[in-house]
Every structure is written in C-alpha cells, then in structure tokens.
C-alpha cells in the first residue's frame, strides 16, 4: 500500500503535540497561584512617552513600593497629579517646579494629604530620572507646607469608658466571649485592628512562666508582647467555648460568625469585621460616635506616660519606629489644657 508522506509542517505540529504531551503537568493549585492581578493602568502622558517612561512607572508602582496601602495610596496620588497636566496640555518632560506648586496649592486637602501627594509625585519622577525618561525631577526643589504635629487626631476613650465597654458585653455565648477578648486585646497590648486580624492559633503560645502573642504589624514589623493575666483569661474562655484549644497552628484565631446563628465558621475575622463588632459594641454601650478602635491604643499610651514608664518602652509596646509618633498619641497635655480652662476666672 501506498503511504503518504508527511510534509515538514505535520512533522513539526507532531513534534511538538509530543513535547508537550511529555511535559509535567501543573497542578490546579500551583496553576492558580500564577495567576496575578491585573496591573494598574498606566497614565497616558506616561503611555506617550515611551517605552522608558511605562517602565519606570512601573518599577515605580509594583517594584519599589512593596506596602499595598502605601502603592495604592501613591499610584492614587501621581494618576491625580498627572491627569492635572494633561488637563493643561502638558507632557512628561515639560513638567516643571512651578506645575507641581501650583498643583498642591490648588488641592482642597488637608496639609497632611498634601505631603502625600509631593511624597508620591518625588517618589515617581525620581524613577523616571533614573530611567531617562526625563531630565530632571520637578518636584525635587517643590518644599512642602509647614506641618508640626503636637498631637494626632484620634479621639481618647477614658478609662471609666472601656471598662463599661468591656462590662457590657453578654458573654453568655461564644460571639460575646470572642468579642471581649477582641477588645481586651486592642486595650492591653495596644494593637492595630490588622494585627489582631492577622492572628493565628500558633501566635498565642506558651513561653514557661507566661502567655505570650506574637503580631505581625505594619511595616512588616514582628514582636511579641506578654498577654496580663486577665486578657489570658478572657481567651481561654473564648477558645475553650468555641473548641479551638487543640486548633491547628495555620487556623485563625478569631473566626468569624454565621450572620446572626453565633457559630462560628472556618474562616477568620477581617480587619473591617473587627472594626464593624468595635463600632457595634461601643454603640451598644453608649459611647461617643466618634470613637474608634484606634482609641484604644490612645489610652493606652497616655496611660502609660501618665505612669511614668519609660518613652522607649510605651514606643515598643506601641510598634512605633519613630518615638516622635509615640507622643502624637500622648493626651496628658490635652488634660493639662482642660483643667487650666476650667480656672480661669471670667
């Protein structure tokens, strides 16, 4: 019989059906893990400009700024910035001091945003200096405005306040238990809600003579801070009620709950659900709108200074770097303020 020959183009459709046929296959999971998030659009002064300009707006955003708030906050900021200049018929490389000046000076934000802003804008025209995509950096001789902070904004909830709060809640149940060692936990170690979120089973562990919990906070900052002996009991109560003293290390610490049923699920507790329960159970106190859990950590510090610990101390118990951002939570003064008012005589 006859057999037709195959041409050079089956061959190499042949070959290559068995090169990949031969080739390990991925797994479902390692083949989800590839699969990255969609970059962020890129600005068209920076599109017109070339290939050096997209690149070093791109080394800018997902390269140099590795904190997701702070590359969202930055990449929010230059895109606001840049669509500015468009607007007044500008291109990359004419971009001067003045067009940033008068950028900021237009903007309706407090000074505090402003220096976002110039932080963002220095940080992105460095990188395209650095990839020549322009010539110099516009915003590198732009002085931002005269901001002196003595004291930060978040409001203080008293002492008399949280222990109210923390006698108000209905512990009767495992939701009541969790929330109180939730709250504890942002009054007596000082924690960001996203630290607490962050928790897991293995963080909360055994070191001889006492408890102790290990928090990963912003920054990427690691420490561990002793737990005092009532908030140890308080999540005891809580993992003992909810069954979760023989959890896995991975599995959260505080998990969340079936809308109203108070079971708890597999999954843990995100930053904003403890925000939301904060929020709910001060409201349920009747405490001011106007707290927060960050108010805690307020307390807290002003507490301690008010004892007379050490700076240094309060500043690690805090997870501050700078003991500059210590004091802007320090209260005392506000204090000293409301009693020499309280004197005057008219």
Known sequence: MHRRKTTLVERT??????????????PKSAAALVVA????PVPRLVAEAGAGAR???????????????????????ASRFLGWCEERGLVLHTIAPAHVGHFLDGLPDAVSSKKVYLAAIRHLF??????????????????????????GKTPEITIEQARRLLSNIDTSHVVG???????AMLIYTAARIGAVAS??????????????????????????????????????????????????????????????????????????DIGRMV?????????????????????????????GVALEDVQHLAGHSDPRTTRLYDRRRRR???????RISI
């Open 126 to 151: 460095d990188t395209l200096v650095v990839r020549h995509a322009v010539a110099f950096n516009p915003a590198a001789s732009v002085r931002g405005e005269r901001y002196q902070v003595v004291e």
């Open 279 to 307: 929020k709910r159970r001060m409201r349920d106190a009747r405490l001011p709108d106007r707290l927060s859990p960050h108010s805690f950590r307020v307390t807290t510090i002003t507490d301690l200074l008010a004892q």
């Open 336 to 342: 000293v303020t409301r009693n020499i008012v309280e």
């Open 37 to 40: 998030p969609a970059p962020a």
């Open 199 to 272: 928790l897991r089973r293995r963080d909360f562990f055994d070191i001889g003579d006492q408890y102790c919990l290990h928090f990963l906070d912003k920054g990427g900052k690691s420490r561990e801070i002793p737990v005092r002996h009532d908030l140890q009991g308080f999540l005891f109560d809580y993992l003992n009620t909810a069954g979760l003293g023989a959890a896995s290390a991975e599995s959260p610490l505080f998990r969340s709950v079936v809308r109203r049923t108070k079971v708890l699920t597999d999954s843990g507790m995100t930053a904003d």
């Open 177 to 183: 238990l969790r929330d109180r060692a939730i709250i």
């Open 13 to 26: 459709r042949m070959d290559e059906n068995d090169r990949q046929s031969n080739l390990p296959s991925m």
């Open 55 to 77: 690149f070093g707006w791109e080394e800018f955003l997902y390269g140099q700024l590795r904190n997701p708030h702070t590359r969202r906050s930055y990449r929010r900021a």
